[in-house]
């Protein structure tokens, strides 16, 4: 059976992890759901130590956009749905590390936040301070050439994000209708 994902836009995910040089550095995924953005940062990037997912799975209720008029949501990402995966990325099992957990508690846990991250994968919560709060945290880890791309990005504020990065010497790349690239090139 095929990965899935649940967005638009892989393409550009591919393209901009095409033969991109982690050089021995981590890349990550927040929001790793089925598996397929992970799957194409794996497939396209070279010289990653490991790929990590983030992602708590489980009968989850919270509000996934800043304007969404229903407030908080049920979402239904059960363990069966983990489950899949893990057995989906076993031609990766070398390279790939599933943080089953919330991004709040990953950022929190010493296995993870003494990293450096070459390549990450935004995806997961789309609320602007959720957004902010993981960029925030992987830009404090980032190593000289990095590169960060956010989906769903027009559903947030991204240019409150993508100014407070330019703190940290990232800048937007390129942009598509669901996906933005931003880079820091020292």
Same mark, same amino acid.
């Given at each position: ?30 929001g790793v759901?089925?598996?397929?953005? +992970?799957?194409?940062?794996? *497939?396209?990037?070279?010289?990653? $130590? ?8 489980? *009968? ?6 800043? #304007? ?15 489950? /899949? ?7 990766? #099992? +070398? ?5 089953n957990m ?12 003494? +990293? ?5 994968? $935004? ?6 301070? *959720?957004v902010m709060? #993981? ?24 240019? #409150?994000?993508?100014? +407070? ?8 790349? /390129? ?7 931003? /880079?820091?090139?020292?």
């Amino acid at each position: 059976m095929a990965i899935e994902g649940d967005s638009n836009e892989y393409d550009l995910l591919a393209k901009w992890a095409k033969d991109f040089d982690c050089q021995g550095y981590k890349t990550c995924e927040i929001g790793v759901r089925k598996g397929l953005g +992970s799957k194409t940062i794996m *497939d396209n990037c070279k010289n990653y $130590f490991m790929h990590v997912g983030i992602d708590p799975y489980g *009968d989850l209720v919270y509000q996934h956009f800043d #304007q969404d008029a229903r407030g908080p949501v049920r979402y239904n990402y059960d363990d069966k749905m983990r489950d /899949e995966l893990l057995k989906d990325m076993t031609p990766y #099992q +070398s390279k790939f590390h599933l943080a089953n957990m919330k991004d709040k508690e990953f950022f929190n846990d010493p296995n993870h936040a003494n +990293s450096s991250y070459a390549f990450v994968h $935004f995806d997961g919560p789309h609320m602007t301070r *959720d957004v902010m709060t #993981q960029a925030i945290w992987f830009a404090n880890r980032a190593p000289n050439h990095t590169r960060f791309v956010f989906d769903d990005y027009t559903k947030y504020g991204m240019d #409150q994000v993508a100014f +407070s990065l330019t703190y940290f010497d990232f800048k937007t790349i /390129e942009a598509g209708e669901d996906k933005i690239c931003l /880079e820091k090139k020292i």
